[in-house]
Each structure stands twice: as C-alpha cells, then as structure tokens.
C-alpha cells in the first residue's frame, strides 16, 4: 500500500498542473530575454526592500503574512505525521484522512470569497486565524483515549460506530472533522491573504510584492520546524510540540488588527514606489 501512494500524489499533481497550465490566462509575452528578466527582476526586489520603511503598512502586513504563514504551511505539512504518530494510523488510514482534508480544503477556498465580500478581507483573515487555532487546539486535546482534553474513552467498552475499515472509533471520527475543519479555515487563510495582498498593493506592483512575500517566507520557513523539534524534544510529546504554530498564528492576527486597507468598503492602500 505504501508504494501506491508515490504514483498516486504524482497522478494527482499532474491533473492539478495540467489544469492550471491549460486553462490558466497568462500575462502576454514581453520578449525580455530570459537573462535580462533575471537581472530586472533582483534590482526591483533590491528596490522593494530599500523602500520598505517608507511603506509601514505593507511592512506591518509582510511580518503578519510571514509569521503567519510560517505556522500554517508547517501545521499543513506535519498535519499528517502528527494523525501517524498521535492516532496511530497508517497508511490507508492516511489516504482516507487526506481525502477528506482535500474536500474541506476547496470548501475552505470557497469559504474565503464569501468570507472577503461580506466582511471584509482583513475582518476575514483575522477570524479565519482565530478559527484556525480554535480547531487547532481541539486536535491537540484529541487522541484514542481522549475527546476534547476532558474526555475520557475507552475503545473496549464501546462498539465500532460503523463495520468499515476507518475512523470506526468516536475519538478518530472527532479527529478527523476536526482537523479537516482546520484545513478548510487554514486554506481560507491562505486565500485571503492573497486577496489582501491585492487590495493594499499597487496593481502595477502585485506581481513584485508577491516575489518578495513568498522570499521572506522562504526565509523564515524554518522557525516553526525549529520550534516545533525543540518542544516536542523537550516535552516528550508532540501535542506540546504543536503549541508554537499556534502561537506564530496569534501574533499573525494580532499584528494584522494594525495594518490599513482590506475592509469591505474601503479604498485600496496604494503603493508608494
């Protein structure tokens, strides 16, 4: 089984990037060659960063997205290692946890449109993190023996809820709605955050903004990981050694209630280069 899985993510990643290159619409070719756009494209990042201090707003947005972000693509990427370690699940177990977190992670994608018209895209964000540690502190509290930190269950004094393979347990079926609840809010995250990047920016400025909010998260992508082998090392224990993420996403939201622009009937925040 644990073979399969390598030529079935590859199968998934080819329908996924054959979509997006046959339907996506593309900006018209500029005929710069491709050294010349290399060499234009490291002087406009040199100049975005000088000009930084002078564009406090965006600076402030920059350091929420990148800290931020740095505790939602670790918590995506060891979500699965935590079911493993944690719930005890393997390999099959795994394929159907992913499939479920896919399914609440496009709904999560919807959620952020609806969530950016009706109150805002900053409004959204916030919430959205709240929400996302919220859930991420339920899953912490869940395990095979425990619901919610408080309580208590034992596996052989209750029957299976259902005779199939998976989730047959209530803690396992918890888990699982849970933790894809949380994939679909942090999904939602990233969406807005994309979307709050294109009201406070220079439309002419969008795609030099976006090269430098995705170096800056390049930069610091290793501080959740850190973190995370430091308490989990200390602790003994991987539900302790999750708490950084949440902490990175609460100081997230809690700079983002500084930054301008991004609400529902405001103008967008200009850039100044």
Request: aromatic share 10%; glycine share 10%.
């Amino acid at each position: 089984m644990e073979r399969l899985l390598g030529p079935f993510i590859a199968i998934l990643i080819s329908l996924g990037a054959a979509g997006l290159l046959g339907f996506s619409i593309d900006a018209p070719s500029t005929r710069v060659s491709l050294g010349s756009a290399v060499r234009l494209g490291l002087k406009d990042v040199v100049v975005l960063i000088r000009s930084l201090p002078k564009q406090r707003n965006i600076l402030k947005f920059l350091i929420a997205r990148t800290v931020y972000g740095d505790g939602l693509h670790t918590l995506i990427k060891l979500e699965g290692i935590y079911a493993s370690g944690v719930m005890g699940w393997h390999a099959f177990d795994l394929l159907a946890f992913a499939i479920v977190k896919i399914v609440f992670a496009s709904c999560g994608g919807l959620l952020a449109g609806i969530l950016n018209v009706r109150i805002g895209t900053r409004r959204a964000l916030i919430l959205e993190l709240c929400c996302t540690i919220v859930l991420l502190v339920m899953v912490l509290g869940t395990t095979p023996k425990t619901l919610l930190f408080f309580w208590a269950y034992d596996a052989s004094a209750h029957a299976a809820l259902w005779s199939g393979p998976v989730f047959r347990t209530l803690p396992e079926l918890a888990f699982l709605l849970i933790s894809a609840s949380m994939t679909a809010f942090a999904v939602a995250t990233v969406a807005s955050g994309r979307a709050m990047v294109v009201e406070i920016v220079a439309p002419d400025r969008l795609g030099s903004f976006f090269g430098l909010f995705h170096v800056s998260a390049s930069a610091t992508a290793w501080i959740a990981p850190a973190l995370i082998g430091f308490f989990t090392a200390y602790f003994h224990s991987q539900s302790i050694g999750l708490i950084p993420v949440a902490v990175l996403l609460a100081i997230g939201a809690a700079t983002l209630l500084f930054v301008e622009g991004g609400d529902r009937h405001g103008a967008p925040v200009k850039s100044a280069i």
